[in-house]
C-alpha cells in the first residue's frame, strides 16, 4: 500500500505555480504533516494525493488503496446521535454484530481519550472532543488512505493540542495518514514533514 508522488507541481488554469518538484512516497505507519503558509497549495495536495485533481505537472501513483476518508475542520455529526454510535455505524456497515462493534469502538474511543462521552450525544460534545471523535469514526472504517484538512483550525490551542495528541498516536501499519496543517503542534504530533516552502 502506498502512493508516489513524481515530480509533482500543481497550478490553477493561469494562475500561478503553488509548488513543483515535489517527490515523496507515502506509506503505512506514518503521519505526514503537510505545511507551508497559506495559499501554498496544502488542501491543493491532498485533492492531490486523493486523485480528486490531477497535478498540472509529475505523476502520481497510487498502490494498494481500495478505500480513503477525508476529516475536515469542522466536525459533522448526527446531532441527537450518541457519540459511540458514530464509531460503531462503520463497523455494523462492515457486517460485525452490534455487541462486537460497540467493544471495539470503545477499546477505538479509549485510544483518542473519549471514553469519557462515549455515551454522550454528539451535539453535547466539545470541539476537541467531536475531532477526535471524527478521526476515531474514520479509523473504525480501517481505510487505506485518510486525509486530514486542517484539524486544529477552529479550536483553541488547549482543545487543539488534545487533537494532536491524538494524531500522534494513530500511526497504524495499514493506513496511510497526511494531515494539513498551519499548527506547530499538530506538526511536531507527525512522523514525517513534508513543508511546501521548499518546494515552491
Ligand atoms: N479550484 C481552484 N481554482 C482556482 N484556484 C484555486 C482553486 N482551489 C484553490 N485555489 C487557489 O490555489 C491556492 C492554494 O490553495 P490551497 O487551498 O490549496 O492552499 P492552502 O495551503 O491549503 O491554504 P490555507 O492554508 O490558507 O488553507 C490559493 O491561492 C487558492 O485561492
Not at 485533492?47 to 505523476?59: D, L, Y
Amino acid at each position: 500500500m502506498r502512493v508516489d508522488l513524481d515530480h509533482v507541481g500543481h497550478r490553477y488554469a493561469d494562475g500561478p505555480l503553488l509548488f513543483h518538484d515535489l517527490t515523496a512516497s507515502l506509506t503505512p505507519g506514518h503521519v505526514y504533516a503537510l505545511t507551508g503558509p497559506s495559499g501554498a497549495g496544502k488542501s491543493t495536495l491532498l485533492g492531490i494525493i486523493a486523485g480528486w485533481t490531477t497535478p498540472a505537472e509529475g505523476q502520481v501513483t497510487r498502490q494498494g488503496i481500495d478505500s480513503m476518508r477525508w476529516i475536515f475542520q469542522n466536525p459533522h455529526g448526527v446531532a441527537q446521535r450518541t457519540a459511540i454510535d458514530h464509531v460503531s455505524l462503520p463497523l455494523l456497515a462492515k457486517g460485525l454484530p452490534r455487541r462486537e462493534a460497540e467493544e471495539q469502538a470503545r477499546t477505538l474511543m479509549d485510544r483518542f481519550n473519549l471514553t469519557r462521552v462515549a455515551d454522550r450525544r454528539f451535539a453535547e460534545l466539545s470541539g476537541g472532543e467531536a475531532q477526535r471523535l471524527m478521526l476515531a469514526r474514520a479509523f473504525a472504517a480501517q481505510p487505506s488512505l485518510m486525509l486530514v484538512d486542517e484539524p486544529t483550525a477552529q479550536l483553541d490551542m488547549h482543545t487543539a493540542a488534545t487533537v494532536s495528541e491524538s494524531l500522534s498516536r494513530i500511526a497504524r501499519n495499514d493506513t496511510i495518514v497526511v494531515v494539513s496543517t498551519h499548527d506547530p503542534n499538530t506538526r511536531d504530533a507527525c512522523t514525517d514533514i513534508i513543508d511546501l516552502k521548499n518546494y515552491q
